[in-house]
Structure formats: C-alpha cells, structure tokens
C-alpha cells in the first residue's frame, strides 16, 4: 500500500477500497481508528468504506461495541480484491513503462551532451529505475554509491553499492543523482566535482 505522500499520484476511491479490504485480510485486529490511520483517511471517511463494504457484502462484521466488534473479509470481498489487484498492478506497470521511458529520454540528452560514463548516487527505488533505463541508453552506468553504510556492498544489478568517497575512482563523466528525497543535500555534499571535471547532473 501507498504510506508516503504523493504530489501527483492522489489516491482515488477505489484505491482507498482496494487498502481497506487489503488491511481487513490482515491477521490482526483493527479498530476503525488504527484502519483509517493506515489507509490515509479520516475516522469518519473510514466509517463510510466500512459501511458501504459491509453493505455489498464484502465485509462480515462479529461484535457490538467499538472494543468488541470484528471484521472480516468475505468471499464476495475476496474476489473484488483479487479484480482490483490485477487493475492496479497493470496501471503501476504502465506508469513504471512511462516513467522509464522519460528517463531514457533525459539519459540520451546527457549522452548527447557528452556524458558517456556515470556513477549513481541513491542505492533506492529512483536509482533502480535509473539503472534500468540505462540499460536502452548508450550511457554507461560505472559505479553506484550510496551515503547509507548498511548498504554499502549490496548489489543492485550488477553493481555493487560504494561510498561516496570512492566516486573518483570509477573515472565518472559524471554523477547522477537518483535520490529523490534528499537531492539539494547530496549536490551541496558534490559541490567541489565539477571543478575536478566530474559534472552533478540530476533527472
């Protein structure tokens, strides 16, 4: 489920129906306060999915008190979980396709530029998809290095993560930032490459 926030990707209402039923399949018990805290919506709007879900069928209630009632999921809800699952799993695909395909396009304007040989900083999630865009680029990707210790010689791809302190070594074009959380932090820590010849680029 989505527990970050999201700038353009709002969830809609059969996102939030997709993570009550999914928190509901859960083994322990929530109360109607702990679900909405976990899906993202207030008390009252998680008091409108329950009764709407409860309603189809999809969810059998057990109790008669906010202390004692249970909910649980039922077979009709198991099948609208499995349909909504599959809907949503083709459209993260799709936006993972066109988010790679963006990023290809900004790698072969660095390449054009004259970038052939980068290191990755950001051992995550954006670096991941960095990586794979390169792979359709005429970019090298030489090195990935990460500010985190713990994950430092964890292989992504075919690269093993590194400290920052060994950019040099890879003999970088450049240093692409794949961090999308603490990216100003990381250009400030690079500030001195381009007078040493190695460019900080971002997405």
Do not use: C
């Not at 527990?3 to 353009?8: G, N, P």
Request: hydrophobic residues 40%.
């Amino acid at each position: 489920m989505i527990t970050v926030a999201l700038e353009f990707l709002r969830p809609t209402k059969v996102m939030r129906e997709l993570f009550v039923l999914l928190s509901l399949g859960e083994p322990q018990h929530l109360s109607q306060h702990e679900l909405a805290r976990k899906v993202g919506v207030s008390s009252s709007m998680a008091n409108n999915y329950m009764k709407s879900l409860v309603g189809q069928g999809m969810v059998a209630t057990s109790g008669h008190t906010n202390r004692t009632m249970k909910y649980a999921v039922t077979d009709k809800g198991n099948d609208r979980v499995a349909r909504l699952m599959s809907m949503y799993s083709r459209e993260i695909a799709r936006l993972y396709s066109i988010a790679k395909r963006e990023v290809e396009k900004r790698l072969q304007q660095l390449h054009a530029e004259g970038i052939k040989k980068v290191v990755l900083f950001g051992a995550a999630e954006t670096g991941e998809l960095v990586y794979a865009a390169a792979r359709g680029t005429s970019i090298k990707i030489v090195g990935w290095v990460d500010n985190d210790p713990a994950k430092h010689q964890v292989r992504f791809g075919e690269i093993l993560v590194s400290s920052p302190s060994l950019i040099e070594t890879f003999q970088p074009d450049a240093v692409l930032i794949a961090s999308s959380g603490e990216a100003y932090e990381i250009r400030r820590q690079l500030q001195t490459f381009p007078k040493r010849g190695i460019a900080v680029v971002t997405l």
